[in-house]
């Protein structure tokens, strides 16, 4: 998956196919607290796409 710039949880969360639940579930596992209105950085979308088993 190409990710380009921030992105919200939430739209990173429909653009991998999740629920926002889950998607916020495997970032509190990885220490990130965040909304589904909050914006991610580069850096975080990659390691939350290699928690949850998507390529990067």
């Known amino acids: 998956m190409v990710v380009e710039g921030p992105i919200t949880v939430r739209e990173l969360a429909e653009r991998m196919g999740v629920t926002g639940a889950e998607l916020i579930k495997s970032l509190i596992r990885l220490g ?10 580069p850096e975080t979308v990659r390691v939350a796409l290699t928690e949850m088993g998507l390529v990067v």
Not at 32 to 41: E, K, R, S, T, Y
């Open 32 to 41: 990130i607290v965040a909304g589904l209105n909050q914006v991610l950085d």
